[in-house]
């Protein structure tokens, strides 16, 4: 039985037009196969499977059932323009493999500085609100870089990244319960386009929820950030998971009796962090409206560069994290400080002295609830007293929003230079 191929048919193409066809013993004279439709009755090809990705570069799979775009061959053809062996694409692939590492560097340095580049201001803004007794209210960024140099001063750079790996904890704790319960209950972690109120209060209770689960490892994470570093011991990164359980369980925590329980903690915790979520949301959506609009009318889409078309893929949306996280945060700044002065109490906690830069104080306070704390700040240290420590928000946000800009300045000069 003779083979159904010609010899010169390695599978990928045909070598014909040379010799005779020896599969048939020579009864048939050499035919040259220009073309596919001379293969029809030798090969059968299976259509292209959608989403297939043994292609060339730059090109899509064709849907199933339409045919693929035949090109006439030739000896004038030449598959890759410029005799360079497809150096053509190359700018293409390095233009987009750039961008690609511009992209994840830009997210990174906005991580970065959000989370460790900002501790110290954390550390400095949290000492300050629990501070009841102090004269100096750090309302500015002045006061604030002067007492932060004076604790790096006396207890070295330690004191005021003290803390950090506990806050990351946090974030992970919360991010882990609020995918278990979305997971293990209807409650939506997202909100779709076409929402709804009930989808809204459902999503809504998953956060709530999910700042309940939170609360206790937030309270240990947040003694550990205004601890001093003059008496704290070194503790392990996970002795915030430690404290957490121990808070949970009332054992293995030092505390005396004017610590408040948890179920009192419930509600002022929720609400900062609910009222957090929505006013950060609202915003970003506002501002991220605002600069798309402002975007594709200042640059009209035929028009736009290469180098602007990419920066607008990338930084409305920091721009739209940054403004809702700083509005955020300076709307809610005064029930953060009641917040934080309701966990810290009765956990024999003792703070660095903020008015001085050196010596400690311990954490005496007896508020009964979160009205108490509010009419007692409103009553011993004034209005302002909401919101002592509010320049290391400042401090904070400056060195965010210099980041932002210096690290746009690098990537618009690195795709200049390459495009």
């Known amino acids: 039985m003779h083979p159904r191929r010609p010899d010169g048919f390695d599978g990928l193409g045909y070598r014909g037009g040379t010799r005779d066809e020896q599969g048939f013993g020579g009864a048939f004279p050499a035919r040259s196969f220009s073309s596919a439709s001379d293969l029809g009755h030798w090969v059968t090809t299976p259509p292209d499977i959608p989403g297939s990705r043994n292609l060339h570069w730059g090109e899509k799979s064709p849907p199933y059932g339409v045919p693929a775009p035949t090109t006439p061959e030739g000896p004038e053809e030449e598959p890759f323009p410029g005799g360079g062996g497809g150096g053509g694409s190359v700018p293409v692939q390095s233009s987009e493999q750039l961008s690609r590492f511009a992209g994840f560097g830009i997210g990174l340095a906005s991580l970065f500085t959000e989370n460790v580049l900002a501790h110290p201001c954390i550390v400095l803004r949290r000492q300050c609100q629990v501070n009841y007794h102090a004269r ?45 319960i979305s997971e293990f209950t209807p409650l939506p972690r997202e909100v779709s386009h076409k929402w709804n109120p009930k989808q809204i209060g459902e999503h809504l209770l998953l956060k709530s929820l999910t700042y309940m689960v939170a609360m206790p490892f937030y309270s240990a994470s947040l003694i550990e950030t205004v601890q001093s570093e003059i008496i704290r011991d070194n503790a392990g990164i996970l002795e915030c998971v430690k404290e957490g359980i121990g808070r949970v369980i009332g054992m293995g925590v030092p505390h005396s009796k004017r ?12 609400l900062h962090g609910v009222l957090h979520y929505i006013i950060s949301s609202i915003i970003q959506k506002f501002v991220l409206l605002i600069l798309k609009r402002k975007t594709y009318n200042s640059h009209p889409a035929e028009s736009t560069s290469p180098v602007q078309s990419m920066l607008d893929a990338y930084f409305p949306e920091l721009i739209a994290n940054f403004a809702a996280s700083l509005c955020s945060d300076v709307i809610l700044y005064p029930l953060e400080t009641v917040l934080h002065r309701l966990h810290i109490q009765g956990t024999r906690t003792i703070i660095d002295n903020t008015d001085l830069g050196y010596e400690v104080l311990p954490i005496n306070t007896q508020y009964e609830g979160m009205r108490d704390c509010v009419n007692t ?12 420590g509010f320049g290391a ?8 929003a210099a980041v932002l800009q210096i690290t746009k300045i690098i990537y618009s000069t690195l795709l200049q230079n390459s495009i």
């Open 136 to 180: 100096h209210y750090h309302l500015t960024p002045f006061t604030v870089i002067n007492i932060m140099y004076s604790f790096n001063k006396t207890q070295g750079p330690r004191a005021l990244w003290k803390g950090m790996g506990s806050t990351f904890i946090v974030q992970g704790i919360t991010l882990g319960a609020e995918g278990i």
């Open 377 to 388: 700040i409103k009553q011993e240290e004034g209005v302002l007293g909401f919101y002592k």
């Open 259 to 270: 610590l408040l329980p948890l179920l009192s903690l419930i509600f002022p915790t929720v």
């Open 393 to 400: 928000v400042i401090v904070q946000y400056t060195l965010h």
